[in-house]
């Protein structure tokens, strides 16, 4: 109750003045999007207007900055309008589509982080495949390739939904080869290839993204999306530097950020921070919550992520709460 009368009480800007200077008076909060999506698009990701309605909020409460910003805007002294940085991952068509026209319209850079191998080849990022595959399978259940002892019914939204968020769980923790062999496994089961062209194109272009550089930094996400500490160490190599290599191929512009695949404390380890410092990454980006601070390891920046419906939802997380 008292936490829903904040809500409110937060998008008029008395309050948030208040709150914001005394809840989070420095640092910067990096806002971590993934898809700004139409309203009928089968995947997660912010409903463009909504994502419409925080960027005018943002441009009216707080300083959106840009990366090259980030380390000087932290060390400033507490200031009453919150810095924000806006960061999307994957590098979803959506991107250019729905987010750009705001971003330009109001002034504001993205930062945009590509998972190069999927634009390449115009497939479904894996994580997205399994999305696809639960949600698109005309299968009634299905017995999961690592567990045969279970039969799991799948006959509506809710159970194909349950299904997709337990294999993403799974297979973000297994070593990467195995990963891929069970992934294999999983859409065979389910009797749906990802990649058949049923989808429009879910990734940029390059084309897109040479477009869109004028509000726009493109930093690195990795070739093929692996969670990086389930690779051996020439294998993480390879995958900064293939998105590297394809990203300056791309852009003529080196890339000096990057944000980990799923980003949590154990999906990168001090080898993968080592490597990205080694081929010319400034920064890191984790989907540790918080707020990044002065001081903070720069190779494990802090995001919050963007989910909740309402502007107070929002301004809740823009402070840090
Ligand atoms: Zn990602």
Avoid at 97 to 123: H, K, Q, S, W
Wanted: glycine share 6%.
């Amino acid at each position: 109750m008292l936490k829903s009368l904040l809500k409110v009480a937060l998008t008029q800007t008395p309050a948030w003045k208040v709150a914001s200077s005394s809840w989070r008076p420095d640092g910067v909060t990096v806002l971590m999007y993934h898809r700004i999506k139409n309203e009928t698009d089968p995947f997660p990701g912010t409903d463009a207007r909504t994502f419409e309605m925080q960027m005018r909020w943002l441009k009216k409460n707080c300083n959106v900055i840009t990366p090259e910003q980030l380390g000087d805007v932290a060390r400033q002294p507490p200031r009453s309008c919150p810095a924000v940085l806006l960061t999307f991952d994957d590098g979803f068509r959506d991107y250019h589509d729905n987010a750009c026209p705001v971003l330009r319209e109001l002034g504001f850079t993205g930062l945009v982080f590509l998972a190069t191998g999927a634009m390449d080849d115009e497939i479904l990022i894996w994580t997205d495949a399994v999305t696809w595959a639960t949600h698109a399978t005309r299968m009634a259940s299905v017995t999961l390739p690592w567990d045969a002892t279970q039969r799991m019914a799948i006959d509506d939204e809710p159970s194909r939904h349950r299904l997709a968020e337990a294999c993403k769980r799974f297979l973000k923790d297994i070593p990467d080869q195995q990963r891929k062999a069970w992934l294999k496994q999983l859409t065979q089961a389910l009797e749906i290839d990802p990649d058949d062209g049923t989808l429009p194109r879910q990734m940029l272009s390059w084309d897109e993204v040479r477009a869109t550089m004028d509000c726009t930094f493109y930093g690195g996400h990795t070739h093929n999306h692996p969670i990086m500490s389930q690779l051996d160490d020439a294998t993480m190599e390879a995958e900064i530097e293939t998105c590297r290599r394809r990203i300056i191929e791309e852009t003529q512009v080196a890339p000096r950020y990057f944000a980990y695949p799923n980003g949590r404390a154990r999906d990168f380890t001090a080898t993968t921070q080592a490597l990205l410092r080694k081929h010319g990454f400034e920064l890191g980006f984790s989907t540790i919550e918080g707020i990044h601070h002065d001081g903070d390891d720069l190779y494990a920046i802090r995001r919050q992520n963007t989910a909740g419906n309402t502007l107070g939802d929002f301004a809740l997380r823009v402070i840090g709460r």
